[in-house]
């Protein structure tokens, strides 16, 4: 008898230390939530992780069951506040599966749907979508905001601009403008983000609307930029994004984007600038034909790199690039063995890694000219034809001749063994090469490939 009495009170105990948490869980988590609105957010602060205490506490005590649910609910929403979203996801999913239809399911799922949109998560829009008919009107008003967002961030504009339909708020028109601006409404955006544009609001992410903007009109994303230049807070690396999401646009005429690309290279101290800078190399390399103009193009970094290492990092790859291509163009003698495949080798690297598709042209025309008898000629016909579109048909009648070449006939699906032996005879070419580069790096010599 006095045993099981002994049993009861344990249990009443137990119950009572595990209500107890749950009741202090929700207190405090009332008493945070004042001193939010209050903006008392040291004292809120606290109490916040006050409640992650005691919600852990309930929680452990009995993890099933719409209690431990609530417990669950209650510590992700005190996270959620605390700006740890990557945990409170994990609390508030599972408070959602163990009670679906709990009486705070659609705070559960507002609370879940703060933290997937912070993070960029694109499933935040579909956490929303019940909340779009709900019957209380500050819910569902919340809901159409912060749907809205998420749908923005997914690049969803339809339904982006469905959800946001008069919601009121800067931060609502900011987001109608960035959904309008992407789907070609230019003069539709700037109209709706007018007051915005008159309060000359610096803290709104004008790049990605004048980016929209440039790769759809851009006389209208230049109208935009020169408005924005007029604002007293701008600031350079303010400046040098506007410019570089303008400079980026495809509906931007070429001299315009470079005009941009050096206005913004010059507003130094930004990573913008430093993007602008790379891109202006860049686009100088694009127009580069041959070795002697990469030779001007390379000398011509030290502008661009001055007082910034990040650009300096950049192109001092390219210029290790460049110098090895250069050396190849200098050393090589028409004929030499292995020649063809050292020629073959720059003007990949010209192509995929300088990005200066007429300068792989120069070599894989001298290849053509100088190893005439090369098996590797069928191998740049086809690496012309996507350089050189204009002249494909003539390239194609070219290589017509070479229909026995185990180029072509892998291009009508037959892998040969003369195939393999070809690629191979390459792959260990550009191997010796590579581990030649390397040794020389460690002794610090400047042999060559070909001597």
Same mark, same amino acid.
């Given at each position: 008898?006095?045993?099981?009495?002994?049993? $009861?009170?344990?249990?009443? *105990?137990?119950?009572?230390?595990? /209500?107890? /948490?749950?009741?202090?869980?929700?207190?405090? $988590?009332?008493?945070?939530e004042r001193a939010d609105r209050e903006d008392r957010s040291f004292e809120a602060g606290g109490l916040w992780g006050q409640v992650v205490t005691?919600?852990?506490?309930?929680?452990?005590?009995?993890? #099933?069951?719409?209690?431990?649910?609530?417990a669950l609910w209650l510590r992700g929403r005190a996270l959620v506040r605390m700006g740890d979203c990557t945990q409170a996801i994990g609390s508030l999913e599972r408070a959602g599966i163990l009670a679906p239809s709990a009486p705070w399911r659609d705070a559960l799922r507002l609370d879940l749907g703060r933290c997937l949109d912070r993070l960029g998560d694109p499933r935040a829009a579909d956490i929303y979508r019940p909340l779009l008919q709900s019957t209380d009107s500050s819910v569902q008003l919340e809901a159409r905001r912060g749907a809205g967002r998420a749908l923005v961030t997914a690049g969803r504009w339809d339904e982006a601009l469905d959800a946001l339909q008069n919601v009121p708020g800067p931060a609502a028109r900011i987001e109608r403008g960035i959904a309008m601006a992407a789907t070609g409404r230019t003069d539709d955006a700037v109209t709706e983000l007018e007051p915005v544009i008159v309060a000359a609001d610096t803290t709104v992410a004008w790049h990605r609307i004048l980016g929209y903007m440039a790769d759809r009109d851009g006389p209208d994303a230049e109208a935009l930029l020169a408005r924005l230049l007029k604002f007293p807070g701008r600031t350079p690396p303010l400046e040098a994004r506007w410019r570089l999401a303008v400079a980026r646009g495809t509906a931007v005429a070429p001299e315009v984007?470079?005009?941009?690309?050096e206005s913004a290279a010059m507003l130094t101290g930004s990573a913008a600038a430093a993007e602008a800078r790379v891109a202006l190399a860049e686009r100088y390399l694009a127009k580069v034909r041959s070795p002697e103009g990469l030779t001007d193009v390379v000398e011509g970094f030290d502008r661009?790199?001055?007082?910034?290492?990040? $650009?300096? &990092? *950049?192109?001092?790859?390219?210029?290790? &690039?460049?110098?090895? &291509? &250069?050396?190849?163009? #200098? $050393?090589?003698?028409?004929?030499?063995?292995?020649? %063809?495949?050292?020629?073959?080798?720059?003007?990949?690297?010209?192509r995929d890694s300088l990005r200066a598709p007429a300068l792989a042209l120069w070599f894989f025309r001298r290849i053509e000219t100088e190893w005439a008898a090369s098996p590797y000629v069928p191998k740049v016909l086809l690496a012309r034809v996507m350089l050189e579109?204009? /002249?494909?048909?003539?390239?194609?009648?070219?290589?017509?001749?070479?229909?026995?070449?185990?180029?072509?006939?892998? *291009?009508?699906?037959?892998?040969?063994?003369?195939?393999?032996?070809?690629? %191979?005879?390459?792959?260990?070419?550009?191997?010796?090469?590579?581990?030649?580069?390397?040794?020389?790096?460690?002794?610090?010599?400047?042999?060559?490939?070909?001597?």
């Open positions: 008898m006095m045993r099981r009495a002994w049993l $009861t009170l344990l249990l009443l *105990v137990g119950g009572c230390a595990w /209500s107890n /948490s749950l009741y202090h869980a929700r207190r405090l $988590t009332n008493a945070a005691k919600a852990d506490s309930a929680y452990a005590r009995e993890p #099933d069951g719409e209690r431990g649910a609530e984007q470079l005009r941009h690309l661009l790199t001055e007082g910034d290492a990040t $650009t300096l &990092l *950049v192109l001092q790859r390219y210029e290790k &690039l460049a110098d090895a &291509l &250069l050396e190849d163009a #200098d $050393t090589v003698r028409t004929g030499a063995p292995l020649g %063809d495949l050292a020629f073959f080798h720059q003007a990949e690297i010209a579109p204009d /002249s494909s048909a003539a390239l194609r009648a070219r290589l017509v001749g070479f229909s026995e070449s185990p180029y072509l006939r892998f *291009v009508r699906g037959e892998v040969t063994p003369a195939f393999r032996a070809l690629e %191979d005879s390459l792959g260990f070419y550009l191997g010796d090469r590579a581990a030649a580069a390397a040794n020389r790096q460690m002794r610090g010599t400047e042999a060559t490939v070909f001597e």
